[in-house]
């Protein structure tokens, strides 16, 4: 299998404009946003030496130092899948392991052979992010800020990440890139519903697997079907299931993404006529370069709705209602032809994250933490601005912004960002941080496959 010349994919990162924790639970949504920073995947064959054949798949993310990891693999018995192994992890090397990559590759190509048999043949896959996803102060940046893909001067763990969703983006590039590598258009066709739910399924089974975690799935959903409006899988369709090498694997995960588990379909629900952006605005994420998010949130507050659960469900239902008027008011302005006001939009975000206060209260936990609340209200006095929130779990990381898309808006908040210095929550080295405008936006389309030949000569870079 695999000789059908580099193939190329592509998936974005995400923002969960609205539904952070909530769309923890089934019974609510998240509204989340696509975002134009993407993360590459390129495959393509080893040149094999005197017709030796090492059964070996190595992966490079060229844009960072000593980010090549390579790794063996071999078919488990009993049905167990394909059982990959990184090769040469030394005592040193230790430290360089990618859990996601490495899941990714033993979730994927034991699908491959249960779906079409055990004949995988040795690949080399490289990596590009685009350059949203990490800050890049002077210090770390390695040549000029003109390349398409930036080179840094530290290995990916030092380069500060900015939150946009890169290891959903990269798990759900690699499964794609992989699949249509290895199998046969028959099996597997990027651009039919049914090859994209099934890339879904699988690649929420191997970010789960590598996070060591079933969360919501909003991330890995959005790398695959870009915006839309989110409700989460059951819980229990991932939590069940044999590991990798173990006896049966191969068969179970077949089960999984194709949906014959224990009679169990997948319960996803993706609406992407739910949400537009109207013609003229444009999102926008800000990084606060301090920022330290308090570690547990999610924990905690997930602790405080089970000790308080009246108190809890009353504040997440006003909160969905919120979110899902956001949604609505979205779409009526989008839809709603050439009228330039605004105002219910912006209620929407003052109602939302009014919401979002009363819960960071009660739960005690800072998820719009005072010095957001300041950042969100100088930002939003700005002309141009419609609204603004603390995206996903919140806390001191970023903030997203809704604005008009003209010069002057951007000129007006650039102005207002420059002279910002972030009070962080104390635990910074720094007396204040820096908030940075990215240059992302939103994006529609999810996953889609790219032209190879464009990457090849992108590398010629590096
Ligand atoms: N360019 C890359 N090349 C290879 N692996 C990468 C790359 N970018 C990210 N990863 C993998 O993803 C991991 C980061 O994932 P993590 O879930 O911590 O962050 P994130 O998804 O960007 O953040 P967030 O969930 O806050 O949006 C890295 O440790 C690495 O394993
Ligand atoms: C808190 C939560 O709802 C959102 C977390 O989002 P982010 O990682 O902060 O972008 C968790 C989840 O949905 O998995």
Redesign the pocket.
Known sequence: MGHNGPVAVSAP??VLLAGGYLALDRKYTGLVFGLDAR?HVLIQDIPTSNGIVLNEIT?N?P??LD?V?EYGYRLAERDGGIEVTHLRADADLNLN?????ETTLSYVLSYITSLAGPNITPSAIT???DND??STPADISNGSSKRRFHKFAVP??K?P???????????TAVTAALLTYYLPKSKFDLITNTSKRRLHNLAQAAHCA??GKVGSGF?VASAVYGTCLYRRFSPALLTSHAEPGVPKFASEIQDIVEENHHGLRWDTEIHKDAVKIPKGLRLIMCDVSCGS?TPGMVKQVLSWRKEKPEEANAIWDDLHAANEALAAEFKNAAEGGSDKNYTKLSECFTHIRKLIRLMSEKSDVPIEPPAQTELLDACEKVPGVIGGVVP??GGY?AISLLIEDKAETIAGLEKLLSGWRFQGDGQSTESGGKVSMLGVREEMEGVKAEDAKTYLQWLREF
């Open positions: 990162g995400k993360i992966v993310s844009q960072f980010a990891w392991r990618n859990p996601f990559i990596v590009l992010a996803y990490y990916l763990s380069a990440k900015t939150g946009l969703g890169s290891s959903a983006a990269l798990v590598a996070q991330d998010k996903g779990a990381d």
